[in-house]
Nanobody
Framework: QVQLVESGGGLVQAGGSLRLSCAAS????????MGWFRQAPGKERDFVAA????????YYSDSVKGRFTISRDNVKNTVYLQMDSLKPEDTAVYYC??????????????????WGQGTQVTISL
């Protein structure tokens, strides 16, 4: 089993920045593809970004390309999401997720095996 705990959410004005962290425990963190998803009230949980087990490959949704950066530190068992140039439409609960398969970088939430509890990100106008 893998346990994931997100942190770093909060309230920030449009145009500002926020850095989310996801701390993992329980299994070998470095063997997992890691992803970030977000869910606004009344909406589906959507893909945001993913990073391969080695950190050599990343993938982003079109809505966050050029603004968000995903990274990981396997020594610290932590994945990060640096969010810059934030917009009100970025407001959502952000979830960290882990995919046990090596060699994949899935964008489909159904492919992920473990999920954190989420952290609220609110962008004011």
């Amino acid at each position: 089993q893998v346990q994931l705990v997100e942190s770093g959410g909060g309230l920030v004005q449009a145009g500002g920045s926020l850095r989310l962290s996801c701390a993992a425990s329980g299994r070998t963190f470095s063997s997992y593809t890691m992803g970030w998803f977000r869910q606004a009230p009344g909406k589906e949980r959507d893909f945001v970004a993913a990073i391969s087990w080695s950190g050599s490959r990343t993938y982003y949704s079109d809505s966050v390309k050029g603004r968000f950066t995903i990274s990981r530190d396997n020594v610290k068992n932590t994945v990060y999401l640096q969010m810059d140039s934030l917009k009100p439409e970025d407001t959502a609960v952000y979830y960290c997720a882990a995919d046990a398969r090596i060699g994949t970088i899935a964008t489909n939430k159904a492919e992920y095996d473990y999920w954190g509890q989420g952290t609220q990100v609110t962008i004011s106008l």
